[in-house]
């Protein structure tokens, strides 16, 4: 099934739930889902019978723009061969999403990866720690903003 | 063998040839140079090559460098890749267990001073010597097998120039 079949379908069941399509671009088509649908949506993609997404291929944080930032899932079904890419944008005030480590266990770590480097929270992740960098890290490294701090733990960082 | 080889001569002065005379320093040296066990523990994409001189090829087992999975068993610690900050704590706290004698080899240029990571590593230490002494620097990225063979017989000669009467630097 194409990404745009897949969108009509989508737009039918959670109407405002589901944003704009962009079709004309470089990359792979996607759409944009809210913030606080993306699990619904997940849990409908994984068990509709015509489109059982049942692999969670990526799941990406990005610094989206100047005052958000997004989450990107990559989707493939293994019965039916086809792929999705759906993107969650955040803003940055309030950088919360819906987890859908219930749906994918895969994403499990994929959130905690985002969560450690870009730095939004996944509301109902079962443990949203770091992962890559220490506990006591601070701040979010893949954040444009992102300032590397002088020193860690009495150790220079920068060269 | 070199020490004893070298002493042949005075050996057969005493008749029944189970004497050698030497200097303290000599044998003591001589027995460190030609047992480096070294740390098991490897890091990066340098581990790679690091595992590539140790298997039949190249063979480290000849120069008596072994892997021990313990640091109060070791002589040397092979830093062989990128240092993390998140591992540099661990490898500070290695480097304190290990008994003296010990001898510090980095391998690469991660372990040297930061490597490809040297701008943009938000997380990497640029260059272990800031953490541990350092004995030898192998340059690389990563270093050939023959690469770190050097490095290691560069550092038997520096072992083989040690004096208990003189203090290291
Ligand atoms: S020096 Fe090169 S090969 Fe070695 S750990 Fe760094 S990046 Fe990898």
Redesign the pocket.
Known sequence: METNEVYEKLKRVFEDGIGEIKTDVPVYPFFFVSADKINAVSLFLRDEESLQFDNLSCLSGMDYDKDNLAVVYHLYSYVHHHKLVVKVVIPKSNPVVKTVSDVWAAADWHEREAYDLVGMTFEGHPDLRRILLSEDWEGHPLRKDYKVPEFYKGMKVPY | MGILNKLDNRVEQFESGNIIITSADKLLNWSRLSSMWQMFFG?????I?MMATSASHYDLDRFGIIPRPSPRHVDIILI???VTLKMATRIKRLWDQMPEPKYCLS?????NCG???WEHGYNVLKGVDRIIPVDVYVP????RPEALLEGLIKLQERIREQSLAKKQA
């Open positions: 890091l990066a994409c340098c581990a090559e062989s890749g990128t391998m690469g240029s991660c372990a490597g490809p990571y690389g990225c990563p270093p």
